[in-house]
């Protein structure tokens, strides 16, 4: 099995990307935001805790959304493996990731981070702004703020893994076919 965590800053290519490599590899791609939509969205016993927290303004606790990662495994268990995006952010949903793969006698094969400069996220988000109909995409202050928060919250998951021999950055800069190939690149030495 081929586990992924696809990583990077807001608007780097992470879902674009994830796509492509679903396709090519016949991975399952396991995005928080599309977990936490359907978890909401069928009101299941997850989704309704989930959004007891959020209408208090409260995070939800990573043991919430690693049951919904959890049920998401479990209800696919005959793909070629995963790929894992927006998950973990943090170091305890790292571990608490880790945790649930060694459960099944797995473990994370690679940490790909598609590492892109600041400005290039804020002209890449200012851009899918004109489209996607989030004001957050639209605020050049905003976009420079959610890239300040990965660098002090999310960034360290990178650290994690490269303790471990298991992260590689891939330049995320270029068209979409070139940074493709190079995330391919990555994939087959480990395949």
Do not use: W
């Amino acid at each position: 099995m081929i586990n992924l965590i696809l990583f990077g800053p807001p608007g780097s290519g992470k879902g674009t990307q994830a796509l492509k490599l679903t396709e090519r590899y016949g991975l399952l791609h396991i995005s928080t935001g599309d977990l936490f939509r359907y978890e909401l969205g069928n009101n299941t016993p997850l989704g309704v805790l989930a959004r007891s927290y959020m209408e208090k303004g409260q995070l939800v606790p990573d043991e919430v959304t690693v049951g919904m990662l959890r049920n998401k495994v479990e209800a696919n268990p005959d793909v070629n493996g995963y790929i894992f995006d927006g998950f973990p952010r943090t170091i305890p949903q790292a571990e608490a990731l880790d945790a649930l793969l060694t459960e099944r006698n797995d473990s994370i094969t690679k940490l790909i981070m598609l590492d892109v400069t600041e400005d290039e996220i804020v002209n890449r988000i200012l851009e899918r702004g004109k489209n996607s109909g989030r004001a957050d995409d639209n605020d050049p202050a905003i976009i420079r703020n959610r890239f300040e928060v990965y660098l002090k919250e999310t960034s360290p998951v990178y650290d994690f893994y490269a303790q471990s021999g298991k992260s590689v950055k891939v330049h995320g800069i270029g068209g979409i076919e070139e940074i493709f190939e190079k995330l391919c690149a990555e994939i087959d030495a480990v395949a």
